[in-house]
């Protein structure tokens, strides 16, 4: 299994609706990242997680809160988001640097999850 | 602080042309570097993947270079087809703190006419 899969791939909500986007990987990476894209721009970091220890905090408002329930999955679980809010939004995995298997250096992308704040 | 460019912005080509996407980096101090390719509204497509210690790898129609010492990487393309338009990003992995804050390039807009 090669693939970073992300749950739901659209999402609405209103501004007081708390909901949570998912994603899962089985290639035994041990870093998992959330970015946030907007159109026609770059990805923006927002978390790392490595060995499930939240390891980067890119100063993202406390709305958006991550968890690293285990090694394959990641969530991004959101609460009071603001219409600006509204993004792609990414999850990737990678091995980190010094990791024994091979092809261990990829960065992995899902296909991300479309969020409409209302 | 890594800064990644990537010039053209944007490139409008006929189908059947070569060409050569450029990516430039501040610090040569970097673990790999990578090529990925984004359709309009999907995730990020790895294509090609270059260690510090490389120079080049190749995949298909796909070259890509690294010149670490001048802080550069070409993506080149051969033979372009329409099903290559698509939006070209470069990213950078550090070399400190464990490699996790790669920094991406604005990207390059390709468009490839029939």
């Known amino acids: 299994d090669t693939e970073v899969t992300q749950t739901p791939k659209h999402l609405v909500m209103g501004m007081t609706n708390k909901k949570s986007l998912k994603c899962e990987q089985h290639?035994?990476?041990?870093?998992m990242y959330w970015y946030k894209q907007k159109a026609k721009k770059p990805p923006e970091l927002m978390f790392v997680?490595?060995?499930?220890?939240?390891?980067i905090n890119e100063s993202v408002p406390s709305r958006f809160s991550p968890e690293c329930p285990n090694s394959s999955l990641l969530n991004l679980h959101l609460h009071a988001l603001q219409p600006e809010d509204s993004a792609l939004y990414l999850c990737a995995s990678s091995q980190l640097p010094g990791h024994l298997t091979s092809g261990a250096n990829v960065l992995t992308f899902g296909a991300g999850s479309r969020l409409t704040v209302l | 602080k890594q800064e990644v460019t990537q010039i053209p912005a944007a490139l409008s080509v006929p189908e059947g042309e070569n060409l050569v996407l450029n990516c430039s980096f501040t610090d040569s101090a970097i673990y790999n570097l990578q090529w990925f390719r984004q359709d309009p509204g999907k995730g990020l497509t790895s294509l090609l993947l270059i260690q510090s210690s490389q120079r080049e790898q190749t995949s298909g129609r796909l070259n890509a270079s690294l010149d670490k010492s001048s802080g550069r990487s070409t993506l080149y393309i051969a033979a372009s087809q329409p099903g290559d338009s698509a939006t070209y990003l470069c990213?950078?992995?550090?070399?400190?703190?464990?490699?996790?804050?790669?920094?991406f390039g604005p990207g390059t807009r390709l468009s490839v006419l029939p």
């Open positions: 290639m035994g990476h041990r870093a």
């Open positions: 990213a950078v992995r550090p070399g400190e703190n464990y490699g996790q804050n790669f920094v």
């Open positions: 997680y490595s060995y499930e220890k939240l390891s």
